[in-house]
């Protein structure tokens, strides 16, 4: 699968992009606490910058991982969770009707991703103001604006961010721009932006009413690492390697030996049972 927008490089839009190899140390690093970040969108960079082998034909570096647009960034996270593990899981959702608790099974490989649109990055409108150049948000626009708390202050931040004048390449002043011409350029950057779900459709086992239901893009970062750490525990306490050695080990490779583990359990437990 491709990036849905990807990166302009020297004028060719590139879509390709591959993740390293899981190991515990990412999985670890994936973990709530262990990437220092001040907000969310800075853990995000943080989280791609380390799980990314190449990016856009290129070696990803903060810069590259900042200009890839908000889309393109949720689409890789959840193709991270993808990459890491995508077996079936279950959402817990309450009922908005009659307020029942109940699960949905979801496989994050199966929520659908909205390619972008035309133009895309960017693409040239004709407004009272004169013909501006708009552009979708990027991961660096939204570590911009996660740092300004007003929520007004950090629309005019955003805006004065995607918009220029497209014959000078001025900025242009927010305050300027009035609610209609605002509500076309979010309509027109909606328009060329990829997507990826976040929510998805599901009925009430009780009631039957439809349910929306958050599925999150960021479910690497949410993994519990209970398990992680006993699986390091089992195989230190078996093969006497050191948490270090462990935690370099590709994530099918822990769980081969894991396997083995469990096997001359078994077998153990059969001779004895034999042996009487
Ligand atoms: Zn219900």
């Given at each position: 699968m491709q990036l849905p927008g990807g990166l302009?490089?020297?004028?060719?839009?590139?879509?390709?992009?591959?993740?390293?190899?899981?190991t515990g140390e990412l999985e670890l690093?994936?973990?709530?606490?262990?990437?220092?970040?001040?907000?969310?969108?800075?853990?995000?960079?943080?989280?791609?910058?380390?799980?990314?082998?190449?990016i856009a034909g290129?070696?990803?570096?903060?810069?590259?991982?900042?200009?890839?647009?908000?889309?393109?960034r949720q689409f890789l996270m959840r193709r991270l969770a993808i990459h890491i593990d995508?077996?079936?899981?279950?959402l817990s959702a309450k009922c908005g009707s009659c307020g029942e608790p109940f699960d949905i099974p979801l496989r994050h490989s199966e929520l659908p991703v909205k390619a972008a649109g035309e133009g895309y990055p960017e693409k040239v409108i004709e407004s009272a103001l004169g013909r501006l150049r708009v552009r979708v948000p990027s991961g660096s626009d939204q570590e911009l604006v996660a740092r300004v708390e007003d929520d007004?202050?950090?629309?005019?931040?955003?805006?004065?961010?995607l918009i220029r004048h497209a014959d000078s390449g001025a900025e242009?002043?927010?305050?300027?721009?009035?609610?209609?011409l605002i509500a076309l350029i979010e309509s027109q950057v909606e328009?060329?932006?990829?997507?990826?779900?976040?929510?998805?459709?599901a009925d009430c086992p009780v009631c039957q009413q439809q349910n929306r239901v958050t599925a999150t893009p960021y479910a690497s970062m949410q993994r519990?690492?209970?398990?992680?750490?006993?699986?390091?525990?089992?195989?230190?306490?078996?093969?006497?390697?050191?948490?270090?050695?462990?935690?370099?080990?590709?994530?099918?490779?822990?769980?081969?030996?894991?396997?083995?583990?469990?096997?001359t359990r078994g077998m153990r437990s059969a001779e004895r049972f034999i042996e009487g």
């Amino acid at each position: 699968m491709q990036l849905p927008g990807g990166l302009i490089i020297d004028g060719e839009r590139r879509r390709d992009y591959s993740f390293r190899a899981v190991t515990g140390e990412l999985e670890l690093e994936l973990s709530e606490n262990a990437l220092q970040a001040t907000s969310h969108p800075a853990r995000v960079s943080a989280v791609l910058l380390r799980a990314l082998q190449r990016i856009a034909g290129c070696e990803p570096n903060a810069g590259l991982i900042g200009r890839l647009s908000v889309g393109d960034r949720q689409f890789l996270m959840r193709r991270l969770a993808i990459h890491i593990d995508d077996s079936l899981s279950w959402l817990s959702a309450k009922c908005g009707s009659c307020g029942e608790p109940f699960d949905i099974p979801l496989r994050h490989s199966e929520l659908p991703v909205k390619a972008a649109g035309e133009g895309y990055p960017e693409k040239v409108i004709e407004s009272a103001l004169g013909r501006l150049r708009v552009r979708v948000p990027s991961g660096s626009d939204q570590e911009l604006v996660a740092r300004v708390e007003d929520d007004d202050e950090a629309l005019r931040t955003l805006l004065s961010r995607l918009i220029r004048h497209a014959d000078s390449g001025a900025e242009v002043a927010p305050e300027s721009l009035d609610a209609g011409l605002i509500a076309l350029i979010e309509s027109q950057v909606e328009a060329m932006a990829p997507e990826v779900a976040t929510e998805l459709l599901a009925d009430c086992p009780v009631c039957q009413q439809q349910n929306r239901v958050t599925a999150t893009p960021y479910a690497s970062m949410q993994r519990p690492t209970g398990e992680l750490f006993s699986e390091i525990h089992r195989l230190a306490l078996h093969y006497h390697w050191g948490e270090a050695e462990i935690l370099a080990l590709p994530r099918s490779r822990r769980h081969t030996y894991l396997a083995l583990i469990d096997r001359t359990r078994g077998m153990r437990s059969a001779e004895r049972f034999i042996e009487g």
